[in-house]
């Protein structure tokens, strides 16, 4: 079982709006604004697209945008294209001084 | 270029020992904390061990506590994973990741593939 929960699998249209969800604890997401997601696509290394929550690493789509409320983060990818389809994972910092995952959501693009 | 590059990976029994390594190139290495990550295959990605740039500061998922030593040579740009004890648990792709900021990894090597089996 991961720290963090994310949904299994998340599905949306070309041009669409999707949110992948992340859900941790007062001991992690909620107490820090060290979250990271990673893409990653079948058979590839993991890529960083956002950092401390809401920043972008030079080179990621601006369709790609985070926030945070409380023990939950999210992930919201605009403008959906098929080369988004991809796991993606979420990961937090957390008091013990330790790094968590998420379980990982499958983005299916219909 | 940027290079991460894992090795070491193989094959061996449950109890044995294995040591991955990772050679990183195209940046100051000594610079920057770098991390393991593993993956099992078809799952999900797991958190390992961390070294700071100078390698005075170690923390190590608890599942690997006790078994694990992580492990850098600043004068040969390397990484080093000690693994002891090994369990069919342990089984998995390994990544060595560079961090960028906090706790976040903006370069990853290509993995090493460590199967624990009898």
């Known amino acids: 079982q991961s720290a963090l929960t994310q949904p299994a699998s998340v599905s949306g249209s070309p041009g669409q709006s999707i949110t992948i969800s992340c859900t941790g604890s007062s001991s992690d997401v909620g107490d820090y604004n060290y979250v990271s997601w990673y893409q990653q696509h079948p058979g590839k290394a993991p890529k960083l697209m956002l950092y401390?929550?809401?920043n972008r690493p030079s080179g990621v789509s601006n369709r790609f945008s985070g926030s945070k409320s409380g023990n939950t983060a999210s992930l919201t990818i605009s403008g959906l294209r098929a080369e988004d389809e991809a796991d993606y994972f979420c990961t937090s910092y957390t008091s013990r001084r330790i790094l968590v995952f998420g379980g990982g959501t499958k983005l299916i693009v219909l | 270029q940027v290079h991460l590059v894992e090795s070491g990976g193989g094959v061996v029994q449950p109890g044995s020992s294995l040591r991955l390594s990772c050679a990183a190139s195209?940046?100051?290495?000594?610079?920057?904390?770098v991390h393991w990550v593993r993956q099992a295959p078809g799952k999900g990605l797991e958190w390992v061990a961390l070294i700071s740039s100078d390698g005075s500061i170690r923390y190590y998922a608890d599942s690997v506590k006790g078994r694990f030593t992580i492990s850098r040579d600043n004068s040969k740009n390397t990484l080093s994973l000690q693994m002891d004890s090994l369990r069919a648990g342990d089984a998995a792709l390994y990544y060595c990741?560079?961090?960028?900021?906090?706790?976040?990894?903006?370069?990853w090597g290509q993995g090493t593939m460590v199967t624990v089996s009898s």
């Open positions: 990741a560079r961090e960028r900021g906090f706790y976040a990894f903006d370069m």
């Open positions: 195209g940046f100051p290495f000594s610079a920057y904390a």
């Open positions: 401390d929550v809401t």
